[in-house]
């Protein structure tokens, strides 16, 4: 699948700080230093109902990520899927009448031209489930022959017993794991299973619903966390630095996928930090398609509003926390776009070069964003307050800002 085009990240003089993020597995902030080469792999959308605040929150944390590891003048290697098949989608196509492959296909387009007005940088390999099919198909066909996977009334499960670290990524208690699954996509009561938690590896077709080969498993469609197991491996290996996603993925799907990856590899970890950002709510409730109260980034693109002052209100906000979308939260992020926009756009102003180190201090801690735009509204405030004499000043800010937060000015 192709991704989206790159917006250009400017170089800053000087060279930004390693970064120290919250992993969930261990409970605590782990500084990566990865190599030369950073690798992430943050999972994508399922296309029937995108891009709501929500997810835009969850993939800004990710840029953000990123953002700081060029800072760091490392490359970085960036791995999205698109879980372009699964109930949920079919559900919803059933639901409106609608082809599966057009419903997926419409929203992955809209997702697309979404990421691009926020400026969110592409991944290199953006693959849907679909085309991981071929990939898949042998993955869970060693596991079942390890036997590390069974086989029930032609359905092929994961054995979460064979995994030693397994509950290592959420370290949650069986009975918050059994309620989580029954409440995102597992089947804990089906009868026949050797433990209620294990999960789905390869679904026999069913009728009515579309079905690929599946070799020696029968004709099929895969699990949700295998696909996202089978492409982290096929584009990224294991030990890559970062597994992210929103915090309802934490378990079953992290939990899960590290599992399928550990004991396929015999290696552990999958991943160096789990990442998870907070859930953004509307009215009280966690934004979701299911719930339906949802604010869309295209319907308010559509309504005139500046994707800037979007990702500013994204910003906001700290990656980790829960938080509520409000229509204050943006009217406050347009309000200090135009006042960021005004400092700049003057032809000198005070120093900035303190300013790129609070960012850098800001981001690198756990990615500050509230505090690496208090320093960004310090500069403004001088600037509108008494101005300066230094000719780069201003549009030293807009790299930085550019560059560390993703937000043209
Ligand atoms: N396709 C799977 C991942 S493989 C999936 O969860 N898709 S999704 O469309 O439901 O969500 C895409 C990303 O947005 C996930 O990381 C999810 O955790 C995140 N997300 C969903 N709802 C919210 C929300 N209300 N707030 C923050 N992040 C959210
Ligand atoms: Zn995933």
């Not at 290697?77 to 009448?97: C, S, W």
């Not at 559509?302 to 906001?316: E, H, K, T, Y």
Request: glycine share 10%; net charge negative; charged share 25%.
């Amino acid at each position: 699948m192709h991704a989206w085009p790159a917006s250009e990240v400017p170089a800053l003089p000087g060279k930004g700080r390693d970064l120290r993020i919250h992993d969930t597995a261990t409970g605590g902030r782990v500084t990566l230093a990865p190599g030369p080469v950073a690798r992430i792999y943050v999972c994508g959308i399922t296309p029937y109902d995108a891009t709501h605040m929500g997810h835009a929150a969850t993939y800004n944390a990710f840029d953000l990520v990123q953002r700081v590891w060029l800072d760091t003048k490392r490359q970085v290697h960036y791995v999205q899927n698109v879980t372009d098949v699964d109930d949920p989608l079919l559900e919803r196509a059933i639901r409106d009448g609608i082809d599966w492959v057009g419903l997926a296909e419409r929203e992955t387009a809209l997702f697309r031209e979404d990421m691009t007005a926020l400026r969110m940088l592409p991944p290199q390999h953006y693959i849907g489930a679909v085309e991981a099919i071929p990939g898949i198909v042998p993955l869970v066909e060693r596991l079942r022959d390890s036997g590390a996977a069974y086989e029930l009334e032609g359905d092929v499960y994961f054995s979460v017993d064979a995994d030693p670290h397994f509950g290592q990524v959420s370290n949650y208690t069986t009975e918050l794991m059994r309620h989580l699954s029954a409440e995102r996509g597992g089947d804990p009561d089906r009868p026949g299973k050797k433990n209620p938690l294990d999960p789905m590896l390869w679904m026999a077709a069913r009728e009515g619903e579309p079905s690929w080969d599946g070799a020696s498993l029968g004709p099929g469609r895969p699990g949700w966390h295998i696909e996202c197991v089978a492409i982290a491996l096929d584009h990224l290996g294991m030990g890559f630095d970062v597994q992210g996603g929103g915090s309802d993925l934490i378990f079953p799907h992290h939990e899960m996928g590290a599992s399928h990856a550990q004991t396929l590899t015999g290696e552990f970890p999958m991943a160096k930090a789990y990442v998870h950002a907070g859930m953004v709510g509307l009215d009280g409730e966690k934004m979701s398609k299911s719930r339906g109260n949802l604010v869309f980034v295209s319907k308010l693109r559509r309504d005139g509003v500046d994707p800037a002052a979007i990702r500013l209100a994204l910003l906001s906000h700290r990656y980790r926390d829960d938080w509520e979308w409000t229509d204050q939260v943006l009217q406050d992020a347009v309000e200090r776009l135009g006042r960021w926009r005004a400092a700049v756009s003057r032809p000198d102003g005070p120093s900035a070069d303190a300013l790129v180190e609070e960012l850098r201090d800001a981001l690198s801690d756990d990615l500050d964003t509230p505090t690496a735009l208090a320093a960004v509204d310090r500069w403004a405030t001088l600037q509108e307050a008494e101005g300066g004499a230094d000719d780069s000043a201003p549009g030293l800010v807009s790299r930085a800002v550019d560059a560390l937060l993703g937000v043209a000015l």
